[in-house]
T-cell receptor, first 111, second 112 residues
Framework: RKEVEQDPGPFNVPEGATVAFNCTYS??????FFWYRQDCRKEPKLLMS???SGNEDGRFTAQLNRASQYISLLIRDSKLSDSATYLC????????????FGIGTKLQVIP | NAGVTQTPKFRVLKTGQSMTLLCAQD?????MYWYRQDPGMGLRLIHY???????AKGEVPDGYNVSRLKKQNFLLGLESAAPSQTSVYFC???????????FGQGTRLTVV
């Protein structure tokens, strides 16, 4: 089983739609969770951290379910500019601790 | 705002040639990383450094060497390039108390 698993997609959604991605992780000792965004042929950039209580940043909502070992990203009112690959990132702990990236989920928002 | 700068951005090598990729960061970060990204594989850690003068192996270190003689620079070397090393290479850095890692723009390497 992969340490971090994501559906690679692509998810093709119309503008204005709500879309959700899930990511599962295998190591129950994982402590930190993030979503990164990567545009085509560009470097990954932090979208948001994921907190235990769930957190929201504008149209983006991230949630963590420790019992089932998955995190989710919800995007409301999708924009064309949201088209990108979304990487799930899991870290074991603070300082230097092992960081594992998922393969990413590709989102294409269609006019 | 330079952030993390990688050079070169593109390179084509012949099998057996050597080269060095340079990563430079101006954020006084302790941690620096080299990843490779291949289709369907995600980002995989090659080597990392937790401070000046220190390096350690990551997930896929074979065929690569690294050095961190100065805090701001992290070099990745390929001694004898192989076609399997065709990939996009990303450098990243992070402060010891930070959650966010900052990535360079990537180096697209093709080994023929």
């Amino acid at each position: 089983r992969k340490e971090v698993e994501q559906d690679p997609g692509p998810f093709n959604v119309p503008e204005g739609a709500t879309v959700a991605f899930n990511c599962t992780y295998s190591n129950s000792a994982s402590q930190s969770f993030f979503w990164y965004r990567q545009d085509c042929r560009k470097e990954p950039k932090l979208l948001m951290s994921v907190y235990s209580s769930g957190n929201e940043d504008g149209r983006f909502t991230a949630q963590l379910n420790r019992a089932s070992q998955y995190i989710s990203l919800l995007i409301r009112d999708s924009k064309l500019s949201d088209s990108a690959t979304y990487l799930c990132v899991v870290r074991l702990g603070g300082g230097y601790q092992k960081v594992t990236f998922g393969i990413g989920t590709k989102l294409q928002v269609i006019p | 705002n330079a952030g993390v700068t990688q050079t070169p951005k593109f390179r084509v090598l012949k099998t057996g040639q050597s080269m060095t990729l340079l990563c430079a960061q101006d954020m006084n970060h302790e941690y620096m990383y080299w990843y490779r990204q291949d289709p369907g594989m995600g980002l995989r850690l090659i080597h990392y450094s937790v401070g000046e003068g220190t390096t350690a192996k990551g997930e896929v270190p074979d065929g690569y060497n690294v050095s961190r003689l100065k805090k701001q620079n992290f070099l990745l070397g390929l001694e004898s390039a192989a076609p399997s090393q065709t990939s996009v290479y990303f450098c990243a850095s992070r402060g010891s108390s930070d959650t966010e890692a900052f990535f360079g723009q990537g180096t697209r390497l093709t080994v023929v």
